[in-house]
Structures are given as structure tokens and as C-alpha cells.
């Protein structure tokens, strides 16, 4: 017997008219304004000026979050500038590091502390703003998870964690999704492919939460090559919404692996985008995963219909189909150095990561897999 806890889930509303019903959660939140946090796609798109205009004269304030993943500058510089309100209530409108930024935000609101009196659990969360997440991409499951990233003044790419950071009420209106970039689509895409196989076989799986992850993969089988494909397919693009939050769902109660481990190593050294970094990790790592746990990743395997020992392949299969190679091709990156990445994957922030992988590396295996990760970014780089 295996003792185990699960998380709570936010309220989720699936489906574009959700938006319009925006006003009423945020009183049901008790909130009195509203601050808006949100990815610089939004404001191009004029996706905000329609949530402004469903809020029937609510005060509201609009911190655009730069782009990159999110930084302690970027979390204090938003919480400072919509501190003023009067109960707000926090809305995430964006990608993973809009919605990071927006949950971390709402922590930082309920104190004078800054974003980095919380990092790495330093110190527990005091309270936090209602959340309201509503995500533009699908991959991160930001919008269900307990953790956030965030980079600190000395360019580490560290975490912070707690209940606190779950929103109250998740919104996945999948038109929002139908600007995405293919590359973007993809890179996303994969990261909840990611996400849900390495929740699924890690040693904090569950029996109940790789439900959620296996349903995880068959969705982004069924939907990500048609999303990258047909853009304004709005079943491919809510298939994978429904994706990324299963996911999230999933690593939020059984963590990541070893690919994120060293994806995580690839952004804090080089800025890799996170979903590109994490898939060609896993590209790289995945064969070394399933030797001698062929049993523990069968499930995952069927979703592809494959035996185990024929997942790394069916997983390049997936990749080609979702131009996964255009996506890497569209990023600058100088020389990497594998010892780099093989010390930075065994950082203390990457630590739970490498210690909850289905196969836990030596410090030689781990140096090992680093040097087939940059082998493997090499042959898309060319």
C-alpha cells in the first residue's frame, strides 16, 4: 500500500462564453477590481479590451508581463504597480510566465515582503488575492498548479510553492489559442507531453493522477499536430487546453523528471524556452528512462501504441508531425558546455527533479545524459 495526497482543483469553466461572466466572479471573489496581469500577446490581439468591456465598470489596472519567463524584478515591479487597488482580484490572461507572474502577484499582495522572501519555500505565504487564470497557450498548466518559476537577481531559475498559488477559477476559452505561433503551439504542446509522461512513470506517481496524465497524452496525440497545423481548429486547440490542464493536474501531485531537470539547467545557462528545452531533453533521455522500466511505462506506451521499448520512436513520430524541428530552429543559443548542465542539474532548486525521476542518475549518468542533450539540440541546430 502507497500513502499519497492530492491537491485541490480550481472551479474550471471550459468554453469561449465563460469570458462573458467574468464581472460575476470577480464579486463572487469578493473582489471590488480587478488586476490584470497579462502576456503582450494579449494586448496586440485586443483580447483584453474584451474582458474589460464584460466587467461593467469594475476598476481595473494592467501590468503587461515582458517577455521571457518571469523574474523577481518583473513580480515586484507588477505587484508595486497594481498594489493601489481595492480588492483586487488577480487575472492571469496569458502563457505560462504571464500566469506565474499573475499567481505570484496575488502572494506578494498579501504582505510588504517581496517575491524573493518566498523562494525555494524559504518562508511560508502569509495569504494571497483571489486568482482568476485564464491561459493563452497549452502546455505549462499553470493554471492548476501549486508552483511557479521565477528567476532571481543572480539569473537562477528557482520556484516558489504553496496552496496559496492555486487560482480560485480557471477559464479555457480556446479562441484565445487560435493566434498562437505554430512554433509556439508546438513547443507548448510537447511540454504537457512532457509533463503528463513524466508525472505518469516519476516515483511520486499515483494511481489517480496518472489517470489524468495518460488522458494527457492521448489528447495531445489526438490534437497538437492538427493545432499546429490548422491554427483556427478550435476542437485541436480546446483538446489541448483540456491537455495542458490534465497535465498540470498531474505534476502538481507527482512532480517532473529528469527532462525537466535538465531543461531547467538548458533555461537558467542559455534562456532556452522552456518547451523546447524540456522536449529535447526528453528526446534525449527517454531511451536511458525506459531501460529496465519497460513495466512502469507501459501505460503511457499504449496511448501511443507502442511497446515500451518502441516509445522513444513513437515519440521522434510525434515530434516530425508537429514540426518540432522548426520550432528549435527559430531559437539563438551560444556554445553550451555539457559540464555546465550537468552541475546546474544538480542545483539545489533542481534537485526534486532529478530525485523524483522513474530512473534517479549517478553524478556519471548524469554528466552522460547532459552530453546527449547537447548532442541532440546539435542535430536540430545542424
Partial sequence: MVAYELGKVPRVLVGGEAVAGLSGLVRGLGGTSVAFVVDPVVLKGGYLERLQAVLNGTGSAVYPVPPGEPTVGVVNQAASTVRSLIDPVVVGVGGG??????????????????????????????????????????????????????????????????????????????????????????????????????????????PISAGSALQAIRLVLEHLP????????????????????LAGLAIDNCGTGIAHCIGHALGTLYHIPHGIAVTVALEATLAWNVEGNEAGYADAASCFGVPPKRLPQAFKKLLRASDFAEAVKGVKAGRMNANAVASTMQAPENQPMWKNNVRVPGEAEGLKLARKTLEVWQSYRG
Fill in 97 to 206: 510566465s504571464a500566469l506565474d507572474t499573475a499567481k505570484q502577484v496575488a502572494g506578494v499582495l498579501a504582505a510588504e515582503h517581496p517575491i524573493e522572501h518566498y523562494l525555494l519555500c524559504a518562508n511560508p505565504w502569509v495569504g494571497r488575492r483571489p486568482i482568476i487564470a485564464i491561459p493563452t497557450t497549452s502546455g505549462t498548466g499553470s493554471e492548476v498548479t501549486r508552483t511557479c518559476i521565477v528567476s532571481d537577481a543572480e539569473d537562477r531559475k528557482l520556484w516558489t510553492w504553496g496552496d496559496e498559488l492555486l487560482p480560485d477559477v480557471v477559464i479555457l476559452d480556446p479562441s484565445v489559442a487560435t493566434t498562437m505561433p505554430a512554433w509556439v503551439t508546438a513547443s507548448t504542446g510537447l511540454d504537457a507531453l512532457v509533463h503528463a509522461l513524466e508525472a505518469a512513470t516519476g516515483q511520486r506517481r499515483n
Fill in 226 to 245: 492538427t493545432a499546429v497545423q490548422q491554427p483556427s481548429n478550435l476542437a485541436a486547440r480546446q483538446g489541448m487546453q483540456e491537455a495542458a490542464l
